[in-house]
């Protein structure tokens, strides 16, 4: 079973930068198998994909992420990160962090497990 555990949520104001993690365990196999990314969900909308690592571990951004946001990986804290910066009061929703052994799953929007998610507010 994988267990993902988001932390670094906020309240901030447009303009500032806030990062995010994503703890992952088990350790070992559970944590190198896994393909990993950061999904969102505002009121009234829809969760969807904000930035995923793929088999690469290069990252792969939606559109309103790139050039603004940062998807990387910490192996020897296990852990992943979401670094956002020039935040807008668009980016309010909550973040969630996923994960699944399948790739196309989590480039879909459906992986199989999921974090609590942590709320980012931009005023």
């Known amino acids: 079973q994988v267990q993902l555990v988001e932390s670094g949520g906020g309240s901030v104001q447009a303009g500032e930068s806030l990062r995010l993690s994503c703890r992952v365990s088990?350790?070992?196999?559970?944590?190198?198998?896994?393909?990993m990314g950061w999904f969102r969900q505002s009121p009234g909308n829809e969760r969807g994909g904000v930035a995923v690592?793929?088999?690469?571990?290069?990252?792969m951004y939606a559109d309103f992420s790139k050039g603004r946001f940062t998807i990387s990986k910490d192996n020897a804290k296990n852990t992943l990160y979401l670094q956002m910066a020039s935040l807008t009061p668009e980016d309010t929703a909550m973040y969630y962090c996923?994960?699944?052994?399948?790739?196309?799953?989590?480039?879909?929007?459906?992986?199989?497990?999921w974090g609590q998610g942590t709320q980012v507010t931009v005023s």
């Open positions: 996923a994960a699944d052994y399948s790739l196309r799953r989590v480039l879909t929007g459906s992986p199989n497990y």
């Open positions: 088990p350790v070992g196999y559970t944590y190198r198998s896994v393909y």
């Open positions: 690592l793929d088999s690469d571990n290069k990252p």
